[in-house]
């Protein structure tokens, strides 16, 4: 107790809070964008569900990984050496964290291109049931990658388990707050589905080249995406003047 009081009355300790937060949040908006997209794929009754169990797992797991976090240090001490680079744990879930995201990206980009619905998903009961599984492995892998991709960064900001703990409950309850008004947004701007796919594949070659040991600056990378973000809404507010104009 003395020492959360001492916490409390340390203004530097407020300053790590309040930064740690707001990275927290940051790296959550790829976790947040992946799950928008893959739950509205789902049946409407199911989207809200999906989304919730989701998000509760992101909190889990990263309240979790904070419960270990002896062990998530040592995920960064070199297991073996490659053509001059040693590969930690950490490396190798980003490698394949990345190239999962690649993938589903790629394969999404694909299916809006190519528009061929095929046969429906939800026919009956048993291929919903199936979809639903499918969807929360997905976001349940790509969980694991950003949970221990934010907890080590936790870590390497502050050694106040008590801050960590606030902070991840916080950017979690923004996940939690903007993931419905996401996906609604998402699901009536079609162009933007394209222009959220794209981040998940920038995202997704990001966790690739830190996997090899290529740093990519973070602020880069949500630079970009904040100035694509910025010209879409353009795009959208053009369109909305355009339809009303033809409307009168």
């Known amino acids: 107790m003395d020492y959360l009081l001492a916490l409390a009355a340390d203004p530097t300790a407020w300053a790590a809070l309040l930064t740690l937060i707001v990275m927290e949040v940051v790296l959550g908006i790829d976790n947040l964008i992946f799950i928008a997209i893959l ?4 049946p409407p009754e199911r989207q809200h569900t999906a989304r919730m169990i989701g998000i509760g797992l992101a909190l889990i797991l990263r309240l979790v990984l904070l419960g ?9 001490a070199p297991i073996f050496t490659l053509f001059g680079h ?7 879930i980003l490698i394949a964290g990345g190239l999962f995201l690649v993938w589903k990206a790629t394969t999404e980009i694909h299916h809006n291109v190519d528009h061929d619905p095929g046969p429906d998903l939800f026919d ?3 291929t919903v049931q199936l979809g639903f599984a499918a969807a929360i492995s997905q976001i349940i892998m790509l969980d694991i990658v950003f949970s221990i ?13 008590p801050i ?9 309850f923004v996940m939690l707050v903007a993931a419905t008004p996401l996906s609604d947004f998402i699901s009536r701007n079609p162009t ?11 995202i997704g070659m990001a966790l690739i080249a ?37 409307q009168q």
């Open 149 to 161: 991709d934010s907890i080590i960064t936790a870590v390497g900001m502050t050694d106040d388990i």
């Open 39 to 42: 739950t509205n794929k789902l």
């Open 192 to 202: 933007v589905v394209m222009l959220a796919l794209g981040f998940l594949l920038m």
């Open 164 to 172: 960590m703990v606030i902070a991840v409950c916080v950017a979690v």
């Open 68 to 76: 270990t976090i002896a062990i998530i240090v040592q995920l960064t």
């Open 86 to 92: 040693a590969f930690s744990w950490r490396d190798l």
């Open 124 to 126: 009956n009961k048993k």
């Open 210 to 246: 830190e996997g090899f040991g290529a740093k990519i600056p973070k602020g880069y990378i949500y630079a970009a995406m904040a100035f694509s973000a910025f010209i879409e809404m353009l795009n959208i507010l053009a369109r909305r003047a355009r339809q009303k104009s033809q």
